[in-house]
């Protein structure tokens, strides 16, 4: 009888010692999947959300203190930021993508699956298990990936670079990288990036220091009432940096609209031409110098009468790793003596 029960109590004591073990390899388990998942250092940002398509603003803050996994990056100037750092392991998928993304990240690319053309759906980002987002701040609403406040709610995380608002410098670059480099736990990697396109600007930098009058440049977007230019942001940092002066690099914003008599009055002697949405109508570099030429208002600026036209591709003034090789072809067109 005291044999029977001595088995049992033993038979009970090696379960419960089993079970308690299965808890404990349990629980360190989860304690370690927390370690990997946490950033050494939590980090917090304000964002000031605006629009291109209207004067909308939405300031929110935003604390990143767990390591993504399932990122989101809509159109290629995020797509490639993100790739540039190595993180394609760490995205579920690309959003707006277009086909010319810079050739040395397209091997990463390709590993990425393409989620949605346009926007995904919300249920397609959640399905995804979407953890992070970055895109531009018009792309944070309804009728885009979510606002701020639903995502939020279903804890993801927003990022909109610093490199993308009105009052942007190269600097600004600089830090998208560190702040995507922390988030990510990647900091190295950015500070590598960074380096990378810091050398390539001074190479280039070096060939055209010397220039004693720069050359006036207009950037055209497309035609309206009068024309959308190349305003202040990025784009006009990127003229600047291949020493030249952008006309309306005084206007606060990205792509304001100026009148054809304004065109007139500050006469280019070059126009950068962008080409962008060939696939959804979008006009080609041709279409849009044609209707240049045949605008009488300009004939008489020097633009039109020397025949300078630069074709870029809206991508090509898109923020990242591709900005120095951008600096570099606009400098060869605004100086080829000093190439």
């Not at 009888?1 to 388990?29: H, Q, W």
């Not at 707006?96 to 990425?112: D, F, G, H, I």
């Not at 992070?132 to 406040?149: A, E, H, L, M």
């Not at 009068?226 to 305003?231: D, K, L, S």
Request: glycine share 6%; charged share 30%.
């Amino acid at each position: 009888m005291n044999k029977k029960f001595l088995a049992l109590g033993l038979s009970v004591f090696i379960c419960l010692s089993g079970l308690v073990g299965c808890n404990s390899v349990d629980t360190n388990e989860e304690q370690t999947k927390k370690q990997e998942q946490s950033v050494e250092e939590s980090l917090k940002l304000d964002f000031v959300q605006t629009s291109r398509h209207d004067d909308s603003v939405n300031k929110f803050s935003m604390v990143y203190d767990i390591k993504p996994n399932k990122s989101l990056a809509v159109t290629n100037a995020m797509i490639e930021m993100m790739l540039s750092l190595g993180l394609e392991d760490k995205m579920a998928g690309t959003s707006y993508a277009e086909n010319n993304v810079l050739e040395s990240l397209k091997p990463a690319y390709e590993k990425v699956p393409v989620m949605s053309k346009t926007y995904p759906s919300k249920e397609q980002i959640i399905a995804n298990g979407v953890d992070f987002i970055i895109g531009w701040g018009g792309d944070f609403n309804d009728k885009g990936v979510g606002s701020i406040d639903w995502l939020n709610e279903n804890n993801i995380k927003a990022y909109i670079p610093r490199s993308v608002e009105s009052n942007a410098t190269v600097d600004s670059i600089y830090e998208d990288f560190d702040n995507l480099g922390k988030i990510f736990d990647a900091e190295d990697k950015a500070e590598e990036v960074n380096n990378k396109i810091k050398a390539k600007l001074e190479e280039v930098n070096s060939k055209i220091s010397n220039v004693d009058k720069k050359v006036k440049v207009m950037g055209y977007d497309s035609a309206t009432n009068g024309a959308v230019v190349i305003g202040k942001g990025i784009n006009n940092e990127i003229i600047k940096l291949a020493q030249g002066e952008n006309i309306f690099g005084d206007i606060d914003k990205a792509y304001p609209e100026v009148t054809w008599e304004e065109v007139v009055k500050r006469n280019p002697d070059v126009m950068i031409v962008l080409e962008y949405s060939l696939e959804t109508g979008g006009q080609t570099f041709e279409q849009k110098v044609k209707e240049l030429k045949e605008n009488p208002a300009l004939q008489n600026i020097n633009a039109i009468k020397n025949n300078r036209f630069i074709k870029l591709e809206l991508v090509e003034l898109y923020p990242g790793e591709r900005v120095p090789l951008t600096v570099e072809k606009l400098a060869k067109e605004f100086y080829p003596e000093n190439f």
